[in-house]
Nanobody
Framework: QVQLVESGGGLVQTGGSLRLSCAAS????????MGWFRQAPGKEREFVVA????????DYADSVKGRFAISRDDAKSTVYLQMNSLKPEDTAVYYC?????????????????WGQGTQVTVSS
């Protein structure tokens, strides 16, 4: 299976932007649907966005719709999360995940590979 490494997190002011990257290695990246999840301190992990294997279909959590955009570059085995108009409530550790056979993109347990996470902090 693939291995995932996230990057691009950091500290940004409210209204700012960040782009997260998730680089995959190992198995064929294009065989996997990809998702981003996040976990804030003291809260449960929550779904952010997912993209299917060929990039033709996406699904966004209502809280990020219109502000975040997911994309994938299979030639680089990388999935991106462009985050705009960031808010303090977006502060969390962001994880990318890969799923070969997800029946529900929003369900974490459908993903069989996870990255180590990258911290995003939005200051007010």
């Amino acid at each position: 299976q693939v291995q995932l490494v996230e990057s691009g997190g950091g500290l940004v002011q409210t209204g700012g932007s960040l782009r997260l990257s998730c680089a995959a290695s190992g198995r064929t990246f294009s065989n996997y649907a990809m998702g981003w999840f996040r976990q804030a301190p003291g809260k449960e992990r929550e779904f952010v966005v997912a993209i299917n294997r060929n990039g033709a279909s996406t699904d966004y959590a209502d809280s990020v719709k219109g502000r975040f955009a997911i994309s994938r570059d299979d030639a680089k085995s990388t999935v991106y999360l462009q985050m705009n108009s960031l808010k303090p409530e977006d502060t969390a550790v962001y994880y990318c995940a890969a799923a070969q056979y997800a029946s529900d993109w929003r369900r974490g347990r459908d993903y069989n590979v996870w990255g180590q996470g990258t911290q995003v902090t939005v200051s007010s």
